[in-house]
């Protein structure tokens, strides 16, 4: 049986949004230890993603967000601009990409079912970002169903914000997939999905791939963090 049905990879292929006004985060969003480690991916200028900070000088992201979404064709690594922390006009850090690292078994297609599992690539950034600025998240193993997690992005209705979504849980786990009530909306392609733990820093356990829906309800598809992205970190780094 199907769980899942009406997948939309959830990248926002829309021109950047400008004018924003600067202001302090949610108070949702300052209960995230370490939230600033989550920047836009301001894509060619044109579209954006989100991605998180796993590593100085490495960005984990939903591997569909470095594909032209109408050509299928690679976007090239330097039109790629990682913006971490950002909060309205001010930006905890802001680095170019160099070098990007998709998984091995990801092929990009159109169609949105087929960006399900192994949607996942690391980023290289041209200059480390310093841990006193800002401290990149753990990764940890891939949560079981009815785990509590929480998902932390930028999207096109709050473009230059983070927006938490917290708490949510698994609702199955397929292969190399998560089923989540997370609700996500366009850009939050490539967002962190954080385990949810008291007293304890969150750690990424999936990233968003795309936003879906199961019967009547609204959910999101993550991909997992399998071996793969231990082969990913060494080719981009």
């Known amino acids: 049986m199907r769980l899942f049905f009406g997948v939309v990879a959830a990248c926002l292929m829309l021109a950047m949004p400008q004018g924003a006004t600067a202001g302090d985060p949610s108070v949702s ?10 920047g836009r991916l301001n894509i060619a200028g044109r579209s954006m993603c989100t991605g998180a900070l796993i590593a100085p ?7 569909h967000c470095l594909y032209d979404q109408h050509s299928g064709r690679a976007i090239k690594p330097s039109s790629i601009r990682f913006e971490a922390g950002l909060n309205g006009r001010r930006i905890k850090a802001a680095r170019t990409v160099t070098k990007v690292a998709v998984h091995p078994k990801y092929q990009f297609r159109r169609q949105g079912e087929s960006q399900i599992g192994h949607d996942i690539a690391v980023l290289r950034l041209d200059r480390p ?3 006193s600025e800002i401290q990149p998240f753990a990764m940890a193993a891939a949560p079981q169903r009815g785990d509590a997690v929480g998902v ?19 609702l199955a786990r397929q292969s190399e997939t998560l089923v989540m009530s997370c609700r996500v909306e366009f850009g939050a392609s ?27 309800r609204r959910v999101s598809i993550g991909t997992t963090l399998d071996q793969a992205v231990q082969l990913l970190i060494r080719r981009a780094g």
């Open 29 to 38: 969003v300052r209960s995230v230890p370490g939230w600033e480690a989550v």
């Open 57 to 63: 000088n490495l960005v984990l992201t939903a591997a």
């Open 129 to 131: 970002i310093s841990r």
């Open 152 to 170: 932390l992005s930028y999207t096109h209705l709050q473009a230059t914000r983070p927006s938490l979504e917290q708490p949510c849980h698994v």
């Open 190 to 216: 490539g967002a962190p999905v954080l385990a949810v733990t008291p007293g304890q820093a969150p750690r990424v356990v999936s990233v968003v791939s795309a936003k879906a829906a199961m019967g009547n």
